[in-house]
């Protein structure tokens, strides 16, 4: 009897030490996570503010209920000595979509305004832009090469942050329209437009842009965005109604002028929330959405990687690609981020001037900002400033 008491303690006290092993080894993963995600969340981006920014504010200043919320987010006003008309640049809508954010830094580091305003808001969804999708396995951050070493970003998520807007509704019930949608995309900044000043906290970052449209008078508004190369809206600049013709004139130039291919897509009337109809239908503004080639949106691709994130390179997407799957171009050398980005630059660039041609008296001049050939020639790093060599009153932490 005495024998097998023993022999069921010793069975007994092994169990237990296998439970606190386990109990260990979850809790040490879980203390590494919870450091990780805390890093994540509240590393600030040094952006420096160049010679044509003028002031810098807060999102909040166009809806007070953003105030103390990670969803408040910086807004950049480069003023030209002469009036003229206003351009809106917003980027991160989707914070996982890369090009967005480096196009904007383009823009506020280096453009010089001569007529009229340039506006950039770089984290237009600041809480996404602090949020991940560990279950896909994303990268926390990924880092630009530069001159002066590598500039590290945060890579966020499509949607904001669960700590920030929660919980989620069964169904997005969208405002005004009532249209019904999925319910991720209540923290979906392009489904959210025009938004209201009470309602959750992405239906207020986005009324308090649409406040701000009002109240500065913007002309033209450009979301910037990227896309999966297996889906048919991509490469390509989305447009309403009253925006088409600018947007087509501005994508038979650079087909022309700079030889890269963004044709127009029509912003379709029954999909409500989405900035490229909401802005036009509620404001007196034209909006854009423009979408570069993105291959790391796509599903199946190898590991989610920093290097994708910046290359573009996969190996799937080039076997689908010979079987004619995808809805762009693409071969060995991927869809590296200096042609998005520069994509993009010149797109900005050429729907501004397109609308200053059409608008006189609203025109709006940019000197100092690279096109597609320059970016593609020098990087996108070689745009970026080093923020310890800047005044410290010109580096603006985001
Ligand atoms: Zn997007």
């Known amino acids: ?17 296998v439970k606190t092993l386990f109990a260990v080894i979850t809790g040490g993963i879980a ?18 503010a160049g010679p044509g920014v003028t002031r810098v504010a807060e999102l909040s200043q166009y809806g007070a ?23 809106l640049v917003m980027a991160n809508t989707h914070a996982n979509e890369i090009d967005g954010v480096l196009t904007a830094l383009i823009l506020i580091e280096n453009a010089v305004v001569e007529r009229g305003t340039l506006i950039v808001i770089p984290q237009f969804n600041n809480s996404a832009s602090r949020s991940t999708r560990p279950g ?18 945060r890579f966020g998520d499509r949607g904001a942050s669960p700590l920030d807007q929660w919980p ?32 959750p906290l992405m239906e207020r970052v986005t009324d308090a842009v649409m406040r701000m ?26 447009a309403p109604e009253k925006s088409m013709r600018i947007a ?19 912003s379709p009337q029954g999909f409500r929330g989405l900035s490229h109809r909401e802005i036009g239908d509620y404001s007196e503004t034209l909006p854009f959405l423009l979408e570069a080639p993105f291959p790391f949106l796509d599903q199946p691709t190898g590991p989610k990687t920093a290097d994708l994130l910046l290359n573009g390179k996969d190996p799937f ?31 900005t660039l050429e729907i501004i001037n397109q609308y200053s041609i059409k608008n006189a008296g609203r025109a709006i001049r940019l000197g100092n900002v690279p096109r597609y050939a320059d970016v593609v020639r020098d990087g996108v790093g070689s745009y970026l400033h080093d923020p310890d060599k800047a005044r410290a009153t010109d580096v603006h932490y985001d």
């Open 65 to 87: 209920g953003l105030k103390g919320t990670m969803a408040n987010t910086r807004i950049f006003f480069l003023e030209g000595k002469e009036p003229g008309g206003r351009a």
């Open 213 to 238: 449209l009002k109240q500065e008078q913007v002309d033209i508004a450009i979301d910037v965005h990227g896309a999966e190369t297996m889906f048919p809206v991509t490469n390509c600049i989305v």
């Open 168 to 199: 989620d509704p069964d169904v997005y019930v969208h405002y005004p329209d009532r249209q019904l949608l999925s319910f991720l995309d209540a923290r979906n900044t392009n489904r959210t437009w025009p938004g209201r000043p009470n309602g």
């Open 1 to 17: 009897m005495n024998g097998l008491r023993a022999t069921g303690k010793r069975a007994m006290s092994r169990t237990a030490a």
């Open 31 to 48: 203390a590494v996570s919870a450091v990780q995600f805390y890093q994540h969340r509240h590393y600030q981006l040094p952006i420096v």
């Open 136 to 153: 896909d396995g994303y990268p926390l951050f990924y880092g630009i090469p530069t001159a002066w070493g590598i500039k590290r970003f």
């Open 317 to 347: 997407l080039l076997s689908l690609a010979r079987q004619h799957k995808l809805f762009v171009p693409y071969d060995e050398s991927g869809w590296p981020v200096a042609k998005r980005v520069g994509q993009h630059c010149s797109m």
């Open 248 to 266: 087509t004139m501005a994508s038979l130039t650079v087909t022309a002028m700079e030889g890269f291919e963004n044709h127009v897509e029509p």
